[in-house]
């Protein structure tokens, strides 16, 4: 089953391997890159946030992510209902670790990048993170062009979050750290074009995707991850497999009212059609839902050695979980996405 660890712990020894495994509520795992047994060009450091606007029906993406040779920015605009993603995206080679990403998802901190694309600045200040954006000629599912973000989003002391530090077998100094906090309530202003829109309360919900790690060369993962509001409660998932040795601890969880509830393994059954509906279930009878497919965000990238093969879909869930405490919930048109992914770098 399962280890679950309660108490801070440095995330590694003097040879580079994990000194505990496991899952956690909260960040207890204590990153120092300076522990790594790597070269720099090995460490791979992110943020990535996903708001999702039920009522309005579009989400948006960014990311900020440094894997020592190079950083990555990018931002993400998906239209439910036009049924269609656009990105704008820039990378800055050799950045080195030096993007300013934190070692701690919970202490204050700014990160930022400016160009002529792009604009993104994440700022972390006591229990809010505050995101502004801009992508002034980015094309919009619309036909408007432009995009600016103004958003907050609050993660409250109560806010339980999925935190996992796993390895590999076959190579134990390569280890994978990732904090996910699911459902995080958004306010701020979304600018489509020339359409400004400000977010009512329980309109739009955050997640925040804080991964740290040393991994190996060739990996395989599946993730999927919705938050929102069923029948006035807050609710969230993540899944995930496929990526590390998980039989010591996985980051499978559900978020009611922003409390965690564990889940054990999952499996995904996708169809060869990928925008056809996708089944998820788990080993113990908690899970079973359906996630129907609306705008993919796909892209494949090949240079040398490096290839990555994202298929990543933003959607609906639908089904039902069973929880302790006698708890069912039936999920119904909650928004979400869910992703194969596959890498060699």
Known sequence: MDHQVLQETPLLTKKGTLTEIGWAKEPLFLYDRNAIKAPFYRIKEWDYYAVLNQKKHYAIAVTVSDLGYASLFCITFVDYNLKKSVQCDSIKLLSCHKTGLAPSSDIDNEVSFMNEKMTIAFVKKANKRHLLFTAPSLVLPSGKIGLK????????????????????AEKPTAFYLNQKVVGMPVSGIVRLGDEKHELDKGEAFGILDWGRGRWTYKNRWYWASAAGMINGTPLGFNLGYGFTDRSQATENAIFVNYKLYKIHNITFDIPKNYLKPWHMLDDEGKVDLNFLPIAPRTSLMKMGPILSDQKQYFGIYNGVLHLEDNLEIKVKNLFGFAEDVYNKY
């Open 149 to 168: 973000c103004e958003l907050t989003l609050l993660q409250a002391q109560k806010h339980e979050s999925i935190n996992i530090a796993t390895s590999w």
